[in-house]
């Protein structure tokens, strides 16, 4: 079965992959290419053809055209769109296997993690999304005197979908499900890193869902291609996941051309603070252990900064060490692996600097900090999990977004001080507290400056529940009615009595 799966994808990976505008595959009108590595072995994986500027405009017109009032898309009646919805997620559940496998190779995560957390959601989303097309209501406003006023959502336009990385498929359909169910037409463009995952999504869409012709497009590249999208004039909206630095770049190109809307979902460095009272510090030591290290801690919302009363202090530093030297790193396919590569050599440098500047400035490392190469690890990208403690609320470990199996541990006595380190940082994503004093619990969930707050169990995701950070994490909210709000425009009609 595993064997059948990667011969499947080997076989795929043969040619070249094409972009995909106005309903077909086209190679790049330049003749560009980009080679794609697979992280467990440093080797090449496959090659994809990169959009040039005029592929994006070739999209853009598409995907206008495809928004066109008096076309199929926008004259689609709601329950029909729901339908298309739905064909997608079923499409996406026929070839779990096919694009788990994809996913692994591209990026390095263990198959079980492509598989349960990123394919099962990734077909979920389209379902959910697809329930919505026909109950995102406007509303009649009190106004005053012999009028009415009612408001309308209609579709923004032309959205670009641009996406990290460390969740490739998800986070494209994080974007397309609420995109597409309110009636907007979109380009997407995955990471130059990880592009597998969504050329073949966009082949089973193209051959088994009823999705008119330039409702979907694809352009492939990096940054420069991403770059072509967020300066063009003739797209309405931008919605973004990946880096704070980028995220600041796309306001600038927004301002610079037509004001598109943004939506951002950028870094974190999210606080998670063990109280002396924590119900259960077994399950929070394991909790915030996993809550980092699985996806090899490639995680925007993950806890990457640990508080620890000192009373819990010694155990949860070594209740940590323990699980992270228990990690076996290797074969994403592999089912006893724990941790595959890292997603790309640039990643996992940032990392081992990143560790470097840990033992340079002082922290005490405790597990990791190195390199795995041993035996069919040698040419890949692995890191060892890394645990440091004794560390300092400013030390770079503790300030920076490192996005890798990094947890500085640190410790303190009074609660003011651990909300006032947990909100000394620039990003806003998510935090954790962990306490049996339910007025504590509220006290400090009030005081934290994050756009998610997890209780007694750190990592919480459900569709019906917004996910989006506050300060230098972003603006506006991924799923649930929130997503919808960023892919509409909200018109307000007045009648005269
Ligand atoms: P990145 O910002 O380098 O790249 C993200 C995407 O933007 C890629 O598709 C890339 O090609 C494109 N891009 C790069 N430069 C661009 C430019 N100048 N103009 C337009 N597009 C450009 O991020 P990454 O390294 O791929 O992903 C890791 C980052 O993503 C981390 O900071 C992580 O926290 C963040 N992330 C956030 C969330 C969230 O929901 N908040 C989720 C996942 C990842």
């Not at 009649?140 to 923004?156: I, K």
């Not at 300066?231 to 973004?240: E, P, R, S």
């Not at 909790?287 to 090899?296: A, E, M, N």
Request: with cysteine.
């Amino acid at each position: 079965m595993e064997a059948a799966k990667l011969e499947w994808a080997y076989s795929w990976l043969q040619n070249s992959k094409g972009i995909y505008i106005n309903g077909e595959f086209i190679a790049s009108s330049d003749g560009q290419t980009i080679e794609s590595i697979n992280p467990a072995t440093g080797e090449k994986l496959g090659t994809f053809f990169k959009a040039s500027s005029e592929d994006v405009d070739k999209a853009v017109v598409s995907a206008r055209k495809a928004f066109d009032p008096s076309g199929p898309w926008r004259t689609m009646s709601r329950k029909d769109r729901a339908r298309v919805l739905h064909q997608i997620a079923d499409a996406i559940r026929r070839h779990q296997a096919e694009l788990s496998t994809l996913e692994s190779l591209d990026n390095g995560k263990l198959y079980s993690e492509s598989w349960n957390d990123d394919l099962i959601e990734t077909a979920d989303i389209f379902d959910y999304y697809a329930g919505w097309t026909d109950k995102f209501y406007g509303e009649t406003s009190p106004v005053e005197g012999l009028a009415l006023n009612y408001t309308v959502r209609e579709p923004v336009g032309v959205c670009g979908l641009i996406v990290p990385w460390n969740y490739p498929i998800l986070m494209a359909a994080w974007k397309m499900g609420p995109a597409l169910s309110m009636g907007n037409t979109v380009i997407l463009k995955p990471s130059e890193i990880t592009s597998f995952s969504a050329i073949r999504l966009f082949e089973i869409l193209h051959e088994e869902v009823d999705i008119p012709q330039g409702v979907i497009n694809l352009v492939l590249g990096g940054g420069d291609v991403g770059g072509f999208l967020s300066n063009h004039m003739q797209i309405d909206k931008l919605a973004f996941t990946g880096s704070t630095a980028v995220g600041k770049k796309l306001v600038h190109s927004s301002a610079d051309s037509n004001l598109k809307m943004l939506s951002l979902e950028l870094g974190g460095k999210s606080p998670n603070i063990i109280f002396d009272d924590v119900p259960n510090l077994n399950f929070a030591i394991e909790r915030s252990f996993y809550g980092l290290f699985t996806q090899k801690g490639e995680k925007c919302s993950a806890p990457t900064r640990l508080f620890v009363h000192r009373s819990h202090y010694d155990r949860v530093v070594s209740g940590l060490a323990d699980l992270a030297n228990s990690y076996v790193l290797g074969d994403p396919f592999d089912p006893i692996t724990n941790q595959g590569p890292q997603s790309s050599q640039a990643q996992m440098d940032k990392i081992m600097r990143y560790i470097g500047y840990g033992i340079d400035e002082g922290a005490k490392l405790v597990a990791g900090g190195k390199r795995d190469t041993s035996g069919s690890n040698a040419n890949g990208y692995f890191v060892r999990p890394t645990i440091f403690a004794d560390v300092d609320n400013k030390m770079k470990i503790a300030q920076d977004e490192i996005f890798g199996p990094v947890l500085p541990v640190i410790p303190f006595t009074e609660e003011e001080d651990a909300i006032r380190m947990a909100n000394d940082t620039t990003y806003g994503l998510a935090a954790g507290l962990w306490t049996k004093d339910i007025s504590r619990a509220h006290r400090v969930a009030s005081k934290l400056e994050a756009g998610m707050i997890f209780i007694n169990k750190y990592g919480f995701y459900d569709f019906a529940a917004p996910f989006g950070g506050f300060k230098q994490s972003g603006w506006g909210k991924e799923y649930a009615i929130h997503s919808l709000e960023s892919y509409t425009k909200l018109k307000s009609i007045w009648v005269n009595f």
